[in-house]
């Protein structure tokens, strides 16, 4: 069996028991050959890379002046492939274990803040949000408060079909998260009432 024999079995059968989303499959697929392209590049075959390859691997990512979450990632999928590997019968350890991505810096946090909203910017969203008329208007309303004071990612939100919604008693919503995982959220009071308000328009 091949690496990319390997690969293709461990995250269709393995990943997220079986139920992995594209995306996160995509993902993984796009990190273990990252790994797969700078060890041949440097004459090391992936399937026998070593601790010492892994620790440079990571050295070769900071360097490059990846962040951290892309740093993580790419390890991710190193450790993934290693499974695959082991999964297949083709490696019996795994080097890539417990390698973490350095620390965030100062400036990477600093980075993330900055493209938050501040608290100023979010209640202005949702005044402007209050003005919003007409059957569309309360929809955009609802989807706003699921964002802003529901708390819900953007992924889960655009992900949203009106089956997942409670209209009933308009107390929960269903959504499907990382990993192709499937959760129920209790509304807030401000989202529940933006529902019905949406959906009696």
């Not at 390890?75 to 350095?102: C, I, K, M, Y």
């Not at 992900?159 to 959760?183: A, E, P, S, Y």
Request: aromatic share 8%.
């Amino acid at each position: 069996m091949s690496i990319d024999e390997a690969i293709s079995d461990f995250l269709r059968l393995s990943t997220a028991e079986g139920a992995a989303s594209p995306r996160t499959l995509k993902a993984y697929r796009e990190s273990h050959s990252a790994f797969v392209g700078w060890a041949t590049g440097r004459g090391i075959q992936p399937a026998a890379a070593t601790r010492h390859d892994i620790v440079e691997y990571r050295a070769f990512l900071v360097a490059k002046g990846l962040s951290r979450n892309t740093i993580k990632s790419r390890l991710t999928g190193a450790r993934v492939l290693f499974n695959a590997l082991q999964h297949s019968g083709l490696r019996l350890d795994n080097p890539a274990t417990r390698l973490r991505a350095p620390r965030a810096t100062a400036s990477e946090t600093e980075s993330v803040l900055s493209k938050a909203l501040t608290p100023a910017e979010a209640g202005r969203m949702l005044e402007y949000a209050e003005a919003l008329e007409g059957y569309y208007g309360t929809r955009d309303r609802f989807i706003l408060v699921l964002l802003l004071l529901q708390g819900l990612r953007a992924a889960e939100v655009g992900g949203l079909l009106t089956n997942d919604m409670d209209w009933q008693g308009f107390g929960h919503i269903d959504l499907v998260g990382k990993g192709n995982r499937r959760r129920r959220a209790v509304l807030c009071p401000a989202a529940r009432a933006a529902a019905i308000a949406w959906a009696y328009y």
